[in-house]
């Protein structure tokens, strides 16, 4: 199985800030790359595919890259309603599998 | 609008069964492959088990495979999964989830807003 492996596993961060996630495959899953954003008690929100290609309705502060085994996801300037869990997750292979989280926490 | 609405969580003794349903809406659904995903208490997600539209290919987890079973009936727009010999690590909310294959990229692209399935005596 590929293991995703997600830092950091928190971070605080204030409105406005820049914020990067990274996600680290352990082997290269090319360009299947998925992101996705939970708020508590809710369903996981489908944000980017592709490693870079945002999902329609997205807001266009979240952005995506990377190819491989190494990935990122940038939010250009936080904004309240961000403040939630984000999962990356594979599907270049079975079983899909996801990182363990981010959780990105008011400051 | 696509929707997805899980329902037949509850609560279960160790070794019992359950079947959860999804009714899906909004999407041609027999064209789109469907996943079971779960969420225990605290934790974060793990994929349990995928059906292709026609339902003749089926997936599972290491985890749960000999125990579950995941169907669809395509006449009724719902997807299933039927959960025996439940455990207590069972324990989760489970999600189904559309999945968009047209792209080639397979996210889950809408989600259910999942149903708690406890495994407690």
């Known amino acids: 199985d590929i293991q995703m492996t997600q830092s950091p596993s928190s971070l605080s961060a204030s409105v406005g800030d820049r914020v990067t996630i990274t996600c680290r495959a352990s082997?290269?899953?090319?360009?299947?790359l998925n992101w996705y954003q939970q708020k508590p008690g809710k369903a996981p929100k489908f944000l980017i595919y592709?490693?870079?290609s945002l999902q329609s309705g997205v807001p266009s502060r979240f952005s995506g890259s990377g190819s491989g085994t190494d990935f990122t996801l940038t939010i250009s300037s936080l904004q309240p309603e961000d403040f939630a869990t984000y999962y990356c997750?594979?599907?270049?292979?079975?079983?899909?599998?996801f990182g363990q989280g981010t959780k990105v926490e008011i400051k | 609008e696509v929707q997805l609405l899980e329902s037949g969580g509850g609560l279960v003794q160790p070794g019992g069964s359950l079947r959860l349903s999804c009714a899906a809406s909004?999407?041609?659904?027999?064209?789109?492959?469907m996943s079971w995903v779960r969420q225990a208490p605290g934790k974060g997600l793990e994929w349990v088990s995928t059906?292709?539209?026609?339902?003749?290919?089926?997936y599972y987890a290491d985890s749960v495979k000999g125990r579950f079973t995941i169907s669809r009936d395509n006449s009724k727009n719902t997807l299933y999964v039927q959960m025996n010999s439940l455990r207590a690590e069972d324990t989760a909310v489970y999600y189904c989830?559309?999945?968009?294959?047209?792209?080639?990229?397979?996210?889950?692209?809408?989600w259910g807003q999942g149903t708690l399935v406890t495994v407690s005596s």
């Open positions: 989830a559309k999945r968009e294959d047209s792209s080639g990229w397979y996210p889950w692209d809408y």
């Open positions: 909004g999407f041609t659904f027999t064209s789109y492959a």
């Open positions: 059906i292709s539209g026609s339902g003749d290919g089926t």
């Open positions: 082997q290269s899953i090319s360009r299947y």
């Open positions: 592709a490693a870079s």
């Open positions: 997750q594979q599907s270049y292979s079975t079983p899909p599998t």
